[in-house]
T-cell receptor, first 114, second 113 residues
Framework: KAGVTQTPRYLIKTRGQQVTLSCSPI?????VSWYQQTPGQGLQFLFE???????NKGNFPGRFSGRQFSNSRSEMNVSTLELGDSALYLC?????????????FGQGTRLTVV | AQSVTQPDIHITVSEGASLELRCNYS??????LFWYVQSPGQGLQLLLK??????LVQGIKGFEAEFKRSQSSFNLRKPSVHWSDAAEYFC???????????FGAGTRLTVKP
């Protein structure tokens, strides 16, 4: 079974631009979450999508948005990039059932804003 | 609000020595607890999880963790550390059925030969 796939692995963008990151979950997983990891703030939850609906949201500005498609693939978009958005963005997928499931992480997309 | 504290930012142990990484959590209901490991430039790999039942859980790579409700702790242990265990370790607390996890700041493990 293929794992969680994030593309691209590395990105360099200029301040003010926008960026879209992609995440393909494990087959059969309906929940996809996004996390931002920085040396200063650690791992922070951005948002979670389940069956194409945003189910939870972290404390990030509206410049950060996401969506999920009917095949459970998810995209995350950051508009008007700032230098502080440079981070490793991690996607995690799970079955999302209330019975208790674990999240599997992708290798991440390293975004550098210059 | 749920939160996790990992008191040790960096730990150094000798290869073959035992290891204990500390994790304390704050959560209003029954916590669902996880330990993940991250190698440089990589994503996170789940070592073990606690949902309910036996408070001593076994994970991959010879790791185990013990849930202690009275101490709000979920410490990770390994009896004999290998050089390949050098990595960053994250404790996380979450809720059933979703991925809204709260992570600790991480503990970086260095293994001396």
């Amino acid at each position: 079974k293929a794992g969680v796939t994030q593309t691209p692995r590395y990105l360099i963008k200029t301040r003010g631009q926008q960026v879209t990151l992609s995440c393909s979950p494990i087959s059969g997983h309906r929940s996809v979450s996004w996390y931002q990891q920085t040396p200063g703030q650690g791992l922070q939850f951005l948002f979670e999508y389940f069956s194409e609906t945003q189910r939870n949201k972290g404390n990030f500005p509206g410049r950060f948005s996401g969506r999920q498609f009917s095949n459970s693939r998810s995209e995350m978009n950051v508009s008007t990039l700032e230098l502080g958005d440079s981070a490793l963005y991690l996607c995690a997928s799970s079955l999302g059932k209330a019975s208790g499931t674990e999240a599997f992480f992708g290798q991440g997309t390293r975004l550098t804003v210059v | 609000a749920q939160s996790v504290t990992q008191p040790d930012i960096h730990i150094t142990v000798s290869e073959g020595a035992s290891l204990e990484l500390r994790c304390n959590y704050s959560y209003g209901a029954t916590p669902y607890l996880f330990w993940y490991v991250q190698s440089p430039g990589q994503g996170l790999q789940l070592l073990l999880k606690y949902f309910s039942g036996d408070t001593l859980v076994q994970g991959i790579k010879g790791f185990e963790a013990e849930f202690k409700r009275s101490q709000s702790s979920f410490n990770l242990r390994k009896p004999s550390v290998h050089w390949s265990d050098a990595a960053e370790y994250f404790c996380a607390v979450g809720a059933l059925g979703n991925n809204d996890m709260r992570f600790g700041a991480g503990t970086r493990l260095t293994v001396k030969p």
